[in-house]
T-cell receptor, first 110, second 115 residues
Framework: KQEVTQIPAALSVPEGENLVLNCSFT??????LQWFRQDPGKGLTSLLL?????REQTSGRLNASLDKSSGRSTLYIAASQPGDSATYLC?????????FGQGTRLTINP | DGGITQSPKYLFRKEGQNVTLSCEQN?????MYWYRQDPGQGLRLIYY???????QKGDIAEGYSVSREKKESFPLTVTSAQKNPTAFYLC??????????????FGDGTRLSIL
């Protein structure tokens, strides 16, 4: 059974810092890995999707990497801003469904 | 604008009552999903449907039922058999392009509470 773990559960950093969020998964037989953002009381917004054949994806200040063999992904956020404060979830796509981690709650302090 | 609409935003259930959560999408996606999220937790899959008139149980289907009579709609019923229904419910949809899964798109959720 696929299990997804995110570390740390919460992170608080001053504005302007670069930071890394971690995601690990137990079964490397995945189709893709997705990173989502969730604001309080809201649904999820897709940030980046890395297909199983890819190593990384970039969007603006966000860069996500995937190492299938070691079962790890990282989300790198450059020059963090208070507006980046949210919960970030990673999810791996198996046959027919996504399996989610529990998320990292990120707070960027002005 | 294309997207997913969930209604209502807040819902209250009395003991022994069934309630139905609505999910509509205009993204022309074949697949639709229902998730449950508890405080501080990730999302757990309740039911999913990859095509009209077909759906599959997810990891926590007990006490829930769904239907998929139209491509655009995937309502979820929380039955009285679900003993701990208080949670945030999220609906999602996705497509497959050239054999590759595309990102899931989410609605804004329905928060269900027990009276």
């Amino acid at each position: 059974k696929q299990e997804v773990t995110q570390i740390p559960a919460a992170l608080s950093v001053p504005e302007g810092e670069n930071l890394v969020l971690n995601c690990s998964f137990t079964d490397s037989a995945i189709y893709n890995l997705q990173w989502f953002r969730q604001d309080p009381g809201k649904g999820l917004t897709s940030l980046l999707l890395i297909q199983s054949s890819q190593r990384e994806q970039t969007s603006g200040r966000l860069n996500a990497s995937l190492d299938k063999s070691s079962g790890r992904s990282t989300l790198y956020i450059a020059a963090s801003q208070p507006g980046d404060s949210a919960t970030y979830l990673c999810a791996v796509q198996g046959a027919q469904k996504l399996v989610f981690g529990q998320g990292t709650r990120l707070t960027i302090n002005p | 604008d294309g997207g997913i609409t969930q209604s209502p935003k807040y819902l209250f259930r009395k003991e022994g009552q069934n309630v139905t959560l609505s999910c509509e999408q205009n993204l022309n996606h074949d697949a639709m999903y229902w998730y449950r999220q508890d405080p501080g937790q990730g999302l757990r899959l309740i039911y999913y449907s990859q095509i009209v008139n077909d759906f599959q149980k997810g990891d926590i289907a007990e006490g829930y039922s769904v239907s998929r009579e139209k491509k655009e709609s995937f309502p979820l019923t929380v039955t009285s058999a679900q003993k701990n229904p208080t949670a945030f419910y999220l609906c999602a949809s996705s497509g497959v392009t050239r054999g590759l899964y595309q990102p899931q798109h989410f609605g804004d959720g329905t928060r269900l509470s027990i009276l």
